[in-house]
């Protein structure tokens, strides 16, 4: 079964930093386009930010613009996404999605972008 993981996960006070981990379970990420996704309960899925697979161009909510930061490392087949400055409401669960290489990451942020998606990992920012 292909299936990204996360981890990196867990309890933050405002102001601190996260970061998470996408690595692929049956396969490897690199050929994937790769968003990061966080959802709260009552709450749609809402797109974070995304990477390309081809050129590693990305996207990102504006709400996170200046704060997180998506990148990945290939030799070790994982993407990762750096949250700086967390707020309480960033608080949530993140999930990792891989999708094909051939949409632009300009439209990287609709999940229905993505095939493959993970359990997800709980990040709470609170004092």
């Known amino acids: 079964q292909l299936q990204p993981v996360e981890s990196g996960g867990g309890l933050v006070q405002p102001g601190g930093s996260l970061r998470l981990s996408c690595a692929g379970s049956?396969?490897?990420?690199?050929?994937?386009?790769i968003g990061w996704f966080r959802q709260t309960p009552g709450k749609e899925r809402e797109g974070v930010s995304c990477?390309?697979?081809?050129?590693?161009?990305?996207n990102y909510a504006d709400s996170v613009k200046g704060r997180f930061t998506i990148f990945r490392d290939n030799a070790k087949h994982t993407v990762y996404l750096q949250m700086n400055s967390l707020r309480p409401e960033d608080t949530g669960v993140y999930y990792c999605?891989?999708?094909?290489?051939?949409?632009?990451?300009?439209?990287?942020?609709?999940?229905?972008?993505?095939?493959?998606w993970g359990q997800g990992t709980q990040v709470t920012v609170s004092s």
């Open positions: 049956g396969f490897t990420l690199d050929r994937y386009n």
């Open positions: 990477i390309s697979s081809s050129d590693g161009s990305t």
């Open positions: 999605a891989a999708g094909p290489p051939h949409f632009l990451v300009s439209y990287g942020l609709g999940p229905h972008n993505y095939d493959y």
